[in-house]
């Protein structure tokens, strides 16, 4: 560490004439000198969707004890047992009718306990309840440039009846800022990153500016020069990772624009598209790791698919869509199917984890400040069963979160119990999230 007598403010941005302005990540320098080791680290929050449930035999371990054997499907996470908890017997809300159904049910009310507050075929009223990501907002992110983050990869639909009888937006979103003010999600990662780092003014003049600079880091090349003849050799090095990191986002966006360019306008996409979805995973984990590392969000809400999604899995070998693949019958075959989707999606998430991990945070890692929700809204996707649903908090919260656990919750217990042992390791100000009955001991 270098000691001046000079710091940086915490949320420094380098601007360029243009309008880009690229948040720094955590230096030594933003830190008064002789206290940077002792400065404490903000906490992250993200909470990533999984539609369709799992195969629960394929993902729960059999035992409790530390040093439990991972199930197939958790498999890719086992390098970062030491940051992971398990929770199984867990019953998420059922779906019915008068909360969503058993589709849209699932993922309304997995971040809040209760879903659409909205009779079905109703338009008329927009209602739920205030979720898990806000109240953790209320906690941590009151002085971020993005308060959260509301991500996913793909719109359910907007038109009526296109939705199980309710409004869409109840498919399209996992998070309310209160009851009444559903956050929807952005599924475009261009449009997520100009909202990280683009310039200001209209939507027009943004697409001329970034047209004009072709990078937010070629628009900033003086400024960071600037700042780098003023900091130490682990500033410096940690500074060079993240415009490395920003830099190879833009390069995965760049790419995969350019691949949409090369497909006529009025040509069908074949389904699938080989590739495609898998680098709209990427570079939207990518993106969510910017804003954690540059603490430009400290809270983010993943959906990685729609429950009754189309969408296909050709990219890993199996064209048909999740949703019907997660109706096996119990067939060995469509099992194999079921669990290698949700395998896939369990190493897109152990990627992120990974590069979380490898970028420090002070004297740590942004692993071990960030607490990371993984779940879906159901158990067996088969019969779309609420009972053992997957369930996971991985990370360091900071020092609050052992990890290498499976923690067995009592039969029947209610998901939102964990929403609210999860709101407590955050210090979040909640008394009950949805029909909570107790707040869970992570």
């Known amino acids: 560490m270098i000691v001046t007598k000079s710091h940086l403010p915490r949320h420094t941005f380098l601007r360029s004439a243009l309008g880009a302005a690229v948040a720094l990540p955590f230096l030594d320098a933003m830190v008064p000198a002789l206290s940077a080791q002792t400065a404490p680290r903000p906490l992250r929050f993200g909470a990533i969707y999984l539609p369709n449930g799992v195969q629960p035999e394929e993902w729960h371990p059999d035992d409790t004890r530390d040093g439990f054997e991972f199930k197939p499907i958790m498999k890719p996470l086992e390098p970062y047992r030491e940051h992971m908890v398990t929770v199984s017997g867990l019953k998420a809300p059922d779906g019915n009718p008068e909360n969503g159904g058993v589709h849209m049910g699932a993922s309304a009310a997995w971040l809040n306990g209760v879903g659409p507050l909205t009779g079905q075929g109703d338009y008329s009223v927009i209602r739920s309840e205030k979720s898990l990501d806000q109240f953790v907002a209320d906690a941590i992110a009151a002085d971020t440039p993005l308060r959260s983050l509301q991500v996913g990869t793909e719109d359910m639909g907007t038109s009526a009846g296109a939705c199980d009888g309710y409004p869409c937006v109840f498919f399209n ?25 683009g310039g200001t003014g209209s939507e027009a003049k943004r697409r001329s500016d970034l047209r004009l600079k072709q990078s937010v880091l070629d ?35 760049d790419r995969m624009e350019a691949r949409a360019g090369a497909i006529s306008p009025d040509t069908a996409a074949p389904g699938g598209i080989p590739d495609a979805f898998d680098d709209h995973l990427t570079v939207t984990y990518d993106l969510m790791r910017l804003a954690f590392e540059a603490d430009i969000s400290r809270v983010f809400t993943f959906m990685v698919g729609h429950e009754g999604s189309s969408r296909s899995y050709a990219h890993i070998g199996i064209p048909e869509p999740h949703h019907p693949v997660s109706h096996h019958l119990n067939r060995p075959a469509a099992i194999e199917n079921y669990v290698k989707i949700t395998t896939y999606h369990t190493a897109k998430l152990a990627e992120f984890i990974g590069k979380l991990a490898s970028r420090a945070d002070g004297d740590g890692t942004l692993l071990d400040r960030s607490l990371i929700y993984y779940g879906s809204g159901m158990g ?28 067995a919750a009592e039969p ?28 869970f001991e992570l």
């Open 173 to 197: 979103t996992l998070s309310w800022r209160d009851a009444i003010s559903p956050l929807p999600m952005g599924i475009n990662p261009r449009v997520t990153f100009r909202r990280m780092f």
């Open 219 to 253: 628009s900033i090349v003086e400024e960071t020069s600037a700042l780098q003849r003023n900091l130490g050799p682990a500033d410096h090095a940690i500074l060079d990772a993240y415009l490395t990191d920003v830099r190879e986002v833009e390069r995965q966006l």
């Open 412 to 439: 029947g217990e209610p998901t939102a119990n964990v929403l609210l042992g999860i709101a407590d390791m955050a210090n979040a100000d909640v008394d009950r999230i949805g029909r909570s009955t107790r707040r």
């Open 380 to 407: 067996n996707g088969n019969t779309h069963d609420r009972n053992d649903p997957p369930a996971l908090v991985i990370g360091g919260a900071n020092g609050r979160l052992r990890g290498n656990r499976h923690i």
